[in-house]
């Protein structure tokens, strides 16, 4: 399983059949030009159609959304506050 991500920030974690190098140069140099939307809507299925891929599972990486809202609050936190409030 290796990890992306997507041009909208979206990290995901595809399963392919068969890694090679080729392969894994094939869906880095792609997916980053890819939203998660055109990948679901099929579209790294049609570029990939000249290679010998098969992809088993593409999942949405949850990990990196909660790092981001623990970041989030903390920058919030630290943003002093006007007086009296």
Same mark, same amino acid.
């Given at each position: 399983m290796a990890k992306f991500v997507t041009r909208d920030n979206k990290s995901i974690k595809i399963k392919v059949d068969s890694p090679n190098d080729?392969?894994?140069d094939l869906l880095t140099n792609t997916i980053p030009r890819l939203s998660y939307d055109e990948i679901l809507d099929g579209e790294l299925e049609k570029r990939l159609k000249d290679s010998a891929? +098969? =992809?088993?599972? =593409?999942?949405?990486? #949850?990990? +990196?959304d909660i790092k981001k809202i623990?970041?989030?609050?903390?920058? #919030?936190?630290?943003?002093?506050?006007?007086?009296?409030?």
């Open positions: 080729e392969l894994m891929a +098969d =992809i088993k599972s =593409i999942e949405l990486s #949850f990990g +990196d623990f970041l989030s609050k903390a920058i #919030f936190d630290a943003i002093s506050k006007p007086m009296g409030s």
